[in-house]
Each structure stands twice: as structure tokens, then as C-alpha cells.
């Protein structure tokens, strides 16, 4: 494997791992009232355009990053609109 595509993958990995523990705080507490809609409106529709570019670009670790933060990302903006 290519010294570039190990810190793609990493990177990929350190952010999308960023997400857990806010998304287990949100379910587990449902409280959302901290979070911003837009922000979180803009990330996840961000997340799936890397993700559309990932796989236009056959581009495994922002397939995979992307696929992860926004399963991640769209829960946290579920529960922020359902609990808003």
C-alpha cells in the first residue's frame, strides 16, 4: 500500500471516528438543543458530495470515510430535527 493511500486512510479514519461519540451522546440523551441545524444541514449534505466524488473517482478511503460519517452525521441531524 502507498505512503499516500495510509494517510487517506488514516485521516479518513480520525475524522469519522470524531463523530461517535457525539452521535452515542445524542441517542443515549436525545438533547440536541446545543447542535446547529445549519451546520449540521451543510455537513451532512457536504459528506454526501465527498461520498459522490469518492466513487466517481474510485477513491476507497473517501468512499469509505464518507459512507461512515454520514450514516453518523445523519442520525445526529434526525434526532436534531425530531427532537428540535
Do not use: C, H, R
Amino acid at each position: 500500500m502507498e505512503l499516500f493511500t495510509i494517510i487517506g486512510l488514516l485521516a479518513a479514519t480520525l475524522t469519522t471516528v470524531s463523530f461517535i461519540p457525539q452521535a452515542i451522546k445524542v441517542i443515549k440523551t436525545k438533547q440536541t438543543k446545543d447542535l446547529s441545524l445549519t451546520m449540521y444541514s451543510a455537513f451532512t449534505l457536504g459528506i454526501f458530495l465527498w461520498l459522490i466524488y469518492g466513487i466517481m473517482t474510485k477513491d476507497a478511503p473517501i468512499i469509505v470515510a464518507n459512507v461512515v460519517t454520514a450514516i453518523l452525521a445523519s442520525i445526529i441531524l434526525i434526532m436534531k430535527i425530531k427532537y428540535k
